[in-house]
């Protein structure tokens, strides 16, 4: 078992509709991050979450470290939002990532 | 400002060739790390320098793989010889020393060996 999961591995859904990716993770960690990586992209950093919430744009990302999961969501989804979306947790005082295996959206017009 | 830089993007090689990759950090970014995805499955860490030192070399494969930075500016991942399950997206990221600090990532070299 992967020390993080995501949830769904694919979400395909109409512009407009409300977003939500799940990631739980069984480390103890110090951050979590949000990735995006479009196709033939690069990798970009959404989000770097350590407690609480954040939000940039229409994007929110939340975390619980009680229950070691973390959620991102994106409001009035539009088709370029579509993209493979990642969550890497930091664990402990190592600086390396570790990833889930990534979550593949896609938004239809 | 120039953003972490990987060549080439693209590499076909036969299998037991050799393959470098090469990884710019942005300047200033002490921290540079190697990744890489396989088909399938989730990004894997393979190292950690910090500067010319390498901090954490747990995920390298095998001794086929030899990451080198040399004055802590560039850094070059050689595969040597190359076999099929090194077929993969390498992935490059750097960031500056520190607590928590923001990683960026390199646009990745698809390689694959056949």
């Known amino acids: 078992k992967n020390e993080v999961e995501q949830s769904p591995q694919n979400l395909t859904a109409q512009e407009g509709e409300f977003i939500t990716i799940n990631c739980s993770y069984s480390v103890g960690i110090s951050a979590l991050h949000w990735l995006q990586q479009h196709p033939g992209g690069g990798i970009v950093s959404l989000f770097m979450l350590s407690s609480g919430k954040k939000k940039h744009g229409r994007l929110i990302a939340t975390i619980n470290i009680q229950e070691k999961h973390s959620s991102l969501h994106i409001t009035a989804s539009h088709p370029r939002d579509s993209a493979v979306y990642i969550c890497a947790v930091r664990s402990g005082g190592a600086q390396k990532l570790v990833f889930g295996q990534g979550t593949r959206l896609t938004i239809n017009p | 400002e120039a953003g972490v830089t990987q060549f080439p993007s693209h590499s076909v090689i036969e299998k037991g060739q050799t393959v470098t990759l090469r990884c710019d950090p942005i300047s200033g970014h002490d921290n540079l790390y190697w990744y890489r995805r396989v088909m399938g499955k989730e990004i894997k860490f393979l190292l950690h320098f910090v500067k010319e030192s390498k901090q954490d070399e747990s995920g390298m494969p095998n001794n086929r793989f030899l990451a080198e930075r040399t004055g802590g500016t560039y850094s070059t991942l050689k595969v040597q010889p190359a076999e099929l399950e090194d077929s993969g997206v390498y992935f490059c990221?750097?960031?500056?020393?520190?607590?928590?600090?923001?990683?960026?990532f390199g646009q990745g070299t698809r390689l694959t060996v056949v």
């Open positions: 990221a750097s960031s500056y020393l520190g607590v928590n600090t923001e990683a960026f």
